[in-house]
């Protein structure tokens, strides 16, 4: 009764039956019943009463199986020569029903078809739209996983494998619900798990128990859905789902995640893709930076340790809520922040050997030929000169000079050897002003040539092509010597015009330059750096709000950068969001 009920309706037989039954005059009527004899149209005609003789019927067949009968039920006084047009208006009358329930059926079917694509299309829509939000594996699978926490599949748990690269060899990546309690990483060693990875097509084993490629590798799972995640027909993924009571997967839920997993699998493999691109441009900016710093040996190490440090900095930053309440920091940020790091110095490639290492005010041959006018003076004047020779080598080594220091320069320079009839300087010009600089032992010319480096380093990276997510890191390593008073370089900006992942960098640079021994100091404790920091901030060059976070939380920070030298590969920088309903499998 229900499919004829379903698919006849009022309209389209009261005009048929107007019709047919004229051709036998009044009283005759055309009726439709079931195949138990209980009447569907006309609807109130539920409970009439049929005569007991005389009732003609005809079966009712929809695609060959009998569905109903088409009944013509005559008036009392229905003459007898009339039985011969009655059988051949019932005749018709069943034809045309039958037309009706076909055609009726054919348009609901094809209305369930289309609404079935539809639906499948709007899946494909927004499975496409979410899977495809990043290009990193972990998303991915956690956006996969996400379709299935709504309950509209009935499993207890979930895991996605990743195809180690290079093997055949499936890790676990993500799981969701009763996935570690089943022991579902396991079942990548069964035979099960590796068939349909061969087979590239998805399976539900509803009874996990009677399977023959099953030894109870999750024995808490008795029911499985399993559906391979491909890209350019490669399995680079499984996606398995399991159940631990009754089983309950059919095919629709098969359906379901089978386009899913088609969606998961172009997106999982396009993410790999991007994953082992970026791995390629992180080693080689790691090697760069080494090539760099490997150039002078009291700087090796020093662009991978600002890199981490600058990381872990950022990351402060991002959950301190006292100091930084509207600063965040996204993955992409902090790989930023890292990869200028690397990269900072990169400039230096232009830099003169001899000034990069320089040790020293004055080379030491220079100094030893003043050691020579020194001991030819005390030759012909009979004055002590291994007194003075030791001061100025003191000088000449020393990060910067006292007054003291600066009056016997003075005294010396102006000391002459008066020799045949010529007389020659004790110092000369050029020596003295290299000996009285005030810090460090960078001539002026030689520090412009050392200054020129963040420039260099933006003319050598500007052609490289990196992606979308590193569109300020050239700006951040051309920024990491300005000061916020302007008196830093090569452009001499001013407070908010530099980049706070500038000023994080400058602050790092300067900690891990005084935390380390170089050619013309030794290395000094952490102490003595954080208060250099402090009084850079308090003259106002570099930021003092980074410069008090970065003390306060100095352990931490050092801790989480010592963490990354340990996982080099590892650019998971941030937690995972709190509350999140899926776990990340061991």
């Not at 710093?293 to 981490?308: E, I, L, M, N, Y």
């Not at 920091?329 to 320089?358: C, M, P």
């Not at 009285?436 to 003319?459: A, V």
């Not at 952490?526 to 352990?555: P, Q, Y």
Request: include cysteine; charge should be negative; charged fraction near 25%.
């Amino acid at each position: 009764m229900a499919i004829l009920a379903r698919l006849l309706r009022k309209q389209n037989l009261d005009t048929l039956k107007v019709r047919a039954t004229e051709f036998l005059g009044p009283g005759w009527r055309l009726l439709v019943s079931d195949m138990e004899g209980r009447i569907v149209h006309p609807s109130g005609d539920g409970q009439a009463r049929l005569p007991d003789t005389g009732l003609l019927t005809l079966p009712l067949h929809l695609d060959k199986v009998p569905v109903g009968k088409a009944l013509l039920a005559p008036p009392p006084d229905a003459r007898p020569d009339q039985t011969g047009l009655a059988d051949k208006v019932l005749a018709f009358f069943s034809a045309a029903v039958e037309e009706i329930l076909t055609r009726e059926n054919i348009r609901r079917v094809l209305a369930a078809e289309t609404l079935q694509k539809y639906r499948e299309l709007s899946l494909l829509h927004r499975a496409t739209l979410t899977l495809n939000q990043s290009l990193r594996p972990r998303d991915v699978a956690r956006a996969l996983l996400a379709e299935f926490l709504s309950g509209d599949i009935p499993a207890d748990g979930g895991i996605i494998y990743l195809r180690k690269a290079g093997t055949t060899h499936f890790l676990p990546q993500r799981s969701f619900g009763a996935s570690k309690k089943c022991g579902m990483e396991e079942i990548a060693g069964s035979t099960l798990f590796m068939d349909v990875v061969k087979s590239g097509k998805p399976e539900i084993i509803n009874d996990l128990a009677s399977d023959k490629r099953w030894r109870g590798e999750a024995p808490g799972l008795t029911a499985m859905l399993i559906a391979p995640l491909l890209s350019a027909s490669q399995c680079v993924g499984v996606l398995v789902l399991g159940a631990c009571g009754a089983p309950r997967f059919d095919a629709n839920h098969l359906q379901y995640v089978g386009t899913i997993a088609s969606v998961a699998g172009i997106a999982m493999g396009n993410a790999l893709h991007f994953e082992s691109v970026q791995l390629l441009i992180k080693s080689l900016m790691q090697a760069l930076a080494t090539a760099i710093d490997a150039r002078d040996p009291f700087t090796a190490g020093h662009s991978q340790r600002v890199a981490r440090l600058s990381v872990a900095l950022a990351k402060a930053v991002h959950e301190n809520q006292d100091i930084f309440p509207e600063v965040r920091f996204t993955d992409n940020d902090l790989q930023e922040i890292i990869y200028a790091g690397l990269l900072h110095d990169v400039g230096k490639i232009g830099i003169r050997e001899q000034v990069l290492t320089k040790s020293s005010r004055l080379p030491k041959d220079r100094l030893d030929i003043i050691g020579q006018r020194l001991a030819l003076w005390s030759d012909v004047t009979g004055g002590a000169w291994r007194e003075d020779f030791a001061a100025l080598s003191r000088i000449n080594g020393s990060d910067g000079i006292t007054r003291d220091d600066a009056a016997l320069i003075g005294r010396i320079g102006k000391l002459e050897i008066v020799a045949g009839g010529r007389v020659l300087p004790m110092l000369t010009d050029e020596e003295v002003q290299t000996l009285l600089i005030p810090r460090g032992n960078l001539t002026p010319e030689e520090r412009r040539e050392i200054e020129r480096h963040p420039s260099e380093s933006y003319r050598i990276l500007q052609h490289i092509p990196f992606p979308e997510n590193m569109r300020r890191l050239l700006t951040i390593i051309s920024q990491h010597h300005e000061r916020l008073d302007g008196s830093g370089y090569p452009s001499g900006l001013r407070g908010d015009e530099i980049l706070l992942q500038s000023r994080i960098i400058a602050i790092v640079d300067i900690y891990d330059a005084i935390t380390m021994e170089r050619h013309y100091k030794p290395a000094l404790p952490r102490n003595k750096a954080l208060a250099v920091l402090r009084h850079e901030a308090a003259d106002g060059k570099i930021d003092s709000d980074l410069v008090r976070l970065f003390a306060e939380k100095n352990d931490e920070i050092e801790e989480d950068a010592m963490r990354m030298a340990m996982h080099t590969d590892n650019e998971d920088y941030l937690p995972e969001t709190p509350g999140h309903a899926e776990e990340e499998s061991a």
